[in-house]
C-alpha cells in the first residue's frame, strides 16, 4: 500500500485543519487506518485509528473530543478532522495501514506515508 497525506498547513490556535490520505495499490478496506504524529525532539506518536469497515475507532486521549477519523473506502482515502486546534497539536502528522486492527502502536503497522506537517500558533 503507498500512502500519500496531505491538508497540513499553518492554522492559529483554536483553528480547525483536515487531513487527507489517499491510498493506492493493495485493497484499502482490507487495513484498519491510523494517525500518527511527531514532535521536534519526540517520538511518533498514536493520535488515531479506524478500523477497515469504518464502524470502530479509538483516539488518543489529548485528542478526544477534539479530532474525528473517518474513511472513504470508495475513494480509498482517510480522513483526520482536527478541530479546536492546540500549539501543542504541532507536528508532522503520518498515516498508516495495519492489517489488524486497532493498534496503537507504531512497531504494529505495516505501511507508512510520508507525512504533513501542522503547525498551530499561539
Known amino acids: 500500500v503507498q500512502l500519500q497525506a496531505s491538508g497540513g498547513g499553518l492554522v492559529q490556535a483554536g483553528g480547525s485543519l483536515r487531513l487527507s490520505c489517499a491510498a493506492s495499490?493493495?485493497?484499502?478496506?482490507?487495513?484498519?487506518m491510523g494517525w500518527f504524529r511527531q514532535a521536534p525532539g519526540k517520538e511518533r506518536e498514536f493520535v488515531a485509528v479506524?478500523?477497515?469497515?469504518?464502524?470502530?475507532?479509538d483516539y488518543a486521549d489529548s485528542v478526544k473530543g477534539r479530532f474525528t477519523v473517518s474513511r472513504d473506502n470508495a475513494k480509498n482515502t482517510v480522513y483526520l478532522q482536527m478541530n479546536s486546534l492546540k500549539p501543542e497539536d504541532t507536528a508532522v502528522y503520518y498515516c498508516?495501514?495495519?492489517?489488524?486492527?486497532?493498534?496503537?502502536?507504531?512497531?504494529?503497522?505495516?505501511?507508512w506515508g510520508q507525512g504533513t506537517q501542522v503547525t498551530v500558533s499561539s
Open positions: 498508516a495501514a495495519d492489517r489488524s486492527c486497532c493498534d496503537t502502536e507504531v512497531s504494529r503497522y505495516d505501511y
Open positions: 495499490g493493495r485493497t484499502f478496506s482490507n487495513y484498519a
Open positions: 479506524i478500523s477497515w469497515s469504518g464502524s470502530r475507532t
